[in-house]
């Protein structure tokens, strides 16, 4: 992704999208996006009785009043109602459909709140993240509405030369502070038979500084890594600390890990990060 032009996000009509659509306007005026669409998914089971029986009366269709809706609340934020911006319901489908339809229109960037103090379980921004190919930025409801540091996990694995490159974008727009960090992790399981651990995790930290020194120089990195040795703490939970220790507002990571396997949806490092316990934007690169 070397540019932020057309945005995709999804909306549920609720005090969450005044956060979101605050979080897309500060993204805006660093990066000047040509086209934002605003997606709310429509269950049939939404509908009540109420509302069905009312709707012969009304002047408007339901899909007409939620993007009249959803446009009110643009306006409220963007202080105008901007060509660029547009409003897609999608109503008596499939979520699965609707994930094609995302996919088939090429966003540069998909937008996900996730609810955690006024209620919701974030199952369905979690279903949208998993099931679509397109970038997403999960964006807990207790996020600030900036970018000012960005914590860049790396593993060496295939995903780690684009998000350096990505990241590298993100900071050259933002102004942000970028902190790349690498867990240290060995299997437990391995020591039976490593007759020196102490030299052997030596020898491991050598190679991911040597490996780092490589990707800096490719990339045009002008920050050092920080290594963390994992020991029994999950990567997941080292980088969500380190992050929160150096006030970082963005994680940058791969859709999937060195070590995950490959009919993963997505890895389990990004699983643990978009967890309903962990309060900071989240940005999986697909």
Known sequence: MNKLKKIGLFIDLSDLDDLLLRYIQQLDEKFDFEQLTLIHFVALEEV????????????KSLDEILEEEALDKVEAVFKERKSSINVKIYSGGQLDSLVEWVDAQKFDLVLLGKKSVHGGTGIFSSKV???????????PETSKASIQKIVLPIDFSDYSESLAKMVKILSGHTGAEVLPVHVLKVGMQYFPYIRKPSEFKEALEKKAVSNYAKLKKKIGLTEDLEIIKGED??????IYDFAIRKGADLIVLGKKGKTDDDTLLIGSVAERLIASDKHLPVLIVK
């Open 233 to 238: 703490i999950p990567v997941s939970r080292s």
């Open 129 to 139: 993240v998993r099931l679509t190919s397109s970038n997403t930025l999960f964006i």
């Open 48 to 59: 009540s009785k109420e509302i069905g029986d009312m709707l012969p009366y009304l002047d």
